[in-house]
């Protein structure tokens, strides 16, 4: 009985994982999208807005802040746990990936370690952010930049892997915002 209830529970998943992606995802009306994710368990604060052809990987837990914005073609892979904080802007064909597999291991072992992500972060387009990274408050990634450690509050970083590169000012006061009818 246990092994028939794990298929039954890995096929429903399956079901809705590519409902998720392949119905849901390009549906241009956000509300329906937001219906969606919040009945697979995403928690997602007032004024934030995940865009139109989100690849999400799941289940496991994701919680977005208020008036955070997750931009077009971004990989979402929360298997491991994400926490995103509000006021964060994820730019275009971010990806974050909290899922993995122990190179040393004869099996093929799955590692998975969450991702966690302050207030007020910014994440420039095509950047990649590993399993196990916190990024402090107010800190930016920049574009195309592969982060496998933690980033500082107010840190820019970039490069592969992504380094200090500068730092931001600790005033922050806005909240990310889409005037984009199609998201």
């Excluded at 994820?90 to 799955?110: C, K, P, Y």
């Excluded at 402090?136 to 933690?150: R, S, T």
Aim: glycine letters at 12%; a positive charge.
């Amino acid at each position: 009985m246990k092994t028939f209830l794990r298929r039954m529970f890995v096929l429903i998943h399956a079901i809705m994982a590519w409902l998720e992606n392949n119905i849901i995802a390009v549906i241009p009306i956000w509300w329906v999208r937001k219906l969606y994710h919040r009945m697979m368990g995403v928690k997602i604060g007032h004024g934030s807005y995940l865009n139109m052809r989100t690849y999400m990987l799941g289940p496991g837990a994701l919680s977005v802040g208020k008036h955070t914005h997750i931009n077009p073609g971004c990989l979402i892979d929360y298997r491991g746990g994400i926490d995103i904080g509000s006021c964060v802007s994820i730019s275009h064909r971010v990806m974050l990936i909290t899922g993995g597999h122990d190179v040393q291991s004869s099996v093929f072992a799955e590692v998975r370690k969450p991702i966690k992500i302050e207030d007020y972060v910014w994440i420039g387009a095509g950047a990649t952010v590993l399993q196990g990274v916190n990024i402090g408050e107010g800190a930016v990634v920049a574009a195309g930049a592969v982060v496998v450690d933690d980033v500082p509050p107010y840190t820019i970083v970039g490069g592969i892997p992504a380094k200090r590169i500068g730092d931001r000012k600790g005033d922050l006061n806005y909240k990310c915002q889409t005037t984009d009818i199609f998201m």
